[in-house]
């Protein structure tokens, strides 16, 4: 099985950035694709961004384009979301998840293995 640890959340100002990473660890195959989601209190699980474990490919919420990169750096079997120019609508608690079939889904139900999340609250 593949375990999944967030980590690197925290407060941060407006304007302001952020990275959270994503670590994966057990029987990970490179097909994998990995995905970024985010929960605010209240309001449904949204997807963020997504890429394969490759990282050929990438895919974006379009309420994070231009601000927000996923990239991976496969020797420490870890995925990371670099958050720039945050606004307070971006608070949330943040959690990633691997899908083994490798597509990398804005649904959440494409996914089979998350993490228990890292907070992320940015004020105004």
């Known amino acids: 099985q593949v375990q999944l640890v967030e980590s690197g959340g925290g407060l941060v100002q407006a304007g302001g950035s952020l990275r959270v990473s994503c670590t994966a660890s057990?029987?990970?195959?490179?097909?994998?694709?990995v995905g970024w989601f985010r929960q605010a209190p209240g309001k449904e699980r949204e997807f963020v961004a997504a890429i394969s474990w490759t990282g050929g490919s990438t895919y974006y919420a379009d309420s994070v384009k231009g601000r927000f990169t996923i990239f991976r750096e496969n020797a420490k079997n870890t995925v990371y979301l670099q958050m720039n120019s945050l606004k307070p609508e971006d608070t949330a608690v943040y959690y990633c998840?691997?899908?083994?079939?490798?597509?990398?889904?804005?649904?959440?139900?494409?996914?089979?293995?998350w993490g228990q999340g890292t907070q992320v609250t940015v004020s105004s």
């Open positions: 998840a691997a899908d083994r079939m490798g597509w990398g889904t804005a649904s959440h139900t494409s996914y089979d293995y």
């Open positions: 057990g029987r990970i195959f490179s097909s994998y694709a």
